[in-house]
């Protein structure tokens, strides 16, 4: 090895050790200035934990389409920037069942199906609450997720099939106008307008009621995935197409039906992301999953991108960080706070925090 190489190497080094200790040194600040904002009465208790609760929230339905997005992209290799018009998809159709079926002798037709897009079907009068109207809400969950799942397989039907054998740009490029023509399909039908489609959460004792159902719904679909990719059959392959999909090819792996459950799952998480943010916020939009997707890609770069528990831990992180980050602030700039962390952690592990963690 020559002495530049050496020189090279040992100075990349000390560049990294160097943002390394004014990394611990910011943190060791923010951790004291926090104890002194705490002691002196100026950040309540109460007040910390509602930031912490609000970045698991948060962390829970990022998580949700961040692991459909990691899939995604370790067993059919492009970033899909689809992604964030299927949890928008997810969010329309999941509320518009709800509605459709919480509305009946309330609400006329065209209100309900066309969720509030002429202003009627007041979500108060409807009932769209958890306690109100369980069922509708229950229903438009699960419509949410087959709607999505529709959508996602004719897409790749249409799309991505005919582009199988190219390279991951033209699949990431076929993917940006599947988003655009997705969301401006759903402006023809429901408009651009931002609407309020869910009623005030009951909170008995304090508890909200939406929020707790979204933790619920979100744990229960990612313990559901874990088992699915540990003990079963198809998990296993999903593990080995990821891994080496030549190799699962010669083995007599079904690469067709695994590409199938991927597209079934990862949709079907982002159909439910969708839905149940839209629960938690109270409003939909047609840019609601376009938004959210750089935080769902920075939660999986972050995490370790193939990697699904990567996919969640990362996307605790990001959701903790943006709420956390309002101690010091402005909530319109919190997302920033997330993105500078991506950066500084990507420094240091380029790969990701489960560099090297296998798909499940």
Do not use: C
């Amino acid at each position: 090895m020559s002495t530049g190489n050496v020189r090279g190497r040992l100075s990349d080094t000390t560049a990294q050790e160097m943002v390394g200790a004014v990394l611990l040194l910011g943190i060791a600040v923010l951790a004291l200035d926090l104890v002194r904002l705490l002691v002196t009465g100026e950040l309540s208790i109460a007040r910390l934990g509602s930031y912490l609760w609000a970045g698991i929230v948060d962390s829970l339905y990022i998580g949700l389409a961040a692991i459909g997005l990691s899939m995604t992209y370790s067993i059919l290799r492009f970033a899909n920037f689809s992604h964030g018009d299927l949890i928008t998809t997810g969010a329309f159709s999941g509320w518009t069942v709800a509605y459709l079926v919480g509305g009946i002798g309330v609400a006329d037709l065209s209100s309900r199906l066309l969720l509030r897009a002429n202003g009627g079907a007041q979500p108060g009068a409807v009932g769209m609450d958890v306690l109100a109207a369980p069922l509708a809400i229950v229903l438009g969950l699960v419509a949410a997720v087959i709607v999505t799942v529709l959508v996602a397989l004719a897409i790749d039907r249409l799309v991505y099939r005919k582009l199988r054998d190219e390279d991951g740009i033209a699949l990431l490029i076929a993917s940006v106008g599947v988003a655009l023509a997705l969301r401006y399909l759903l402006a023809v039908f429901y408009t651009t307008d931002t609407r309020g489609v869910v009623a005030q959460a009951p909170s008995p004792g304090g508890v909200d009621l939406h929020q707790l159902t979204l933790v619920v719904s979100a744990v229960s679909l990612m313990l559901g995935i874990h088992l699915l990719l540990q003990y079963t059959k198809l998990g296993k392959s999903m593990r080995a197409m990821s891994d080496n999909k030549d190799l699962a090819l010669i083995t007599g792996i079904p690469t067709e039906r695994v590409i199938f459950a991927t597209w079934v799952i990862g949709a079907g998480l982002a159909g439910a992301a969708g839905y149940l943010i839209v629960l938690d916020r109270g409003q939909v939009s047609i840019n609601l999953g376009w938004f959210l997707l750089l935080l769902i890609f920075a939660a999986v770069i972050l995490g370790g991108i193939g990697s699904i528990y990567g996919a969640i831990a990362g996307s605790l992180v990001i959701g903790i960080t943006i709420n956390l980050s309002l101690v010091w602030i402005p909530s319109d700039m919190n997302e920033i706070a997330a993105f500078t962390l991506m950066i500084v952690v990507l420094i240091f592990r380029p790969d990701g925090l489960f560099s090297g963690v296998e798909t499940a």
